[in-house]
């Protein structure tokens, strides 16, 4: 089928930076629409920044002007870099991806990369 990994979550002091990586593999026809998401302790999954094929992005209003991401399309990879990190963006960061498989479109999810933010 399809897999998603994601990488580069790790622990970073308040105002330092991250860069989170996102590749798919597998059975891929193409990729629609890419996405991460994010869990905070306790919390709720909440949608951080989504980008389509054709690099249109939209952001979660608490990572405008922080976060910035994109995709490189010929390798099936989604980046999310942060700048500015505060503490509470500690959370499990998940890679989103709306993949066409065969002829139907899926949606599947990473495993989760965990991003500490210490204050």
């Known amino acids: 089928q399809v897999q998603l990994v994601e990488s580069g979550g790790g622990l970073v002091q308040a105002g330092g930076s991250l860069r989170l990586s996102c590749a798919a593999s597998?059975?891929?026809?193409?990729?629609?629409?890419m996405a991460w998401y994010r869990q905070p302790p306790g919390k709720q999954r909440e949608l951080v920044a989504i980008v389509s094929r054709i690099g249109g992005t939209n952001y979660a209003d608490s990572v405008k002007g922080r976060f910035t991401i994109s995709r490189d399309n010929a390798n099936n990879t989604m980046f999310l870099q942060m700048n500015r990190l505060k503490h509470e963006d500690t959370a499990v960061y998940y890679c989103?991806?709306?993949?066409?498989?065969?002829?139907?479109?899926?949606?599947?999810w990473g495993q989760g990369t965990q991003v500490t933010v210490s204050s």
């Open positions: 989103n991806a709306d993949v066409r498989v065969s002829a139907a479109y899926y949606y599947f």
């Open positions: 597998g059975n891929i026809g193409s990729i629609n629409a």
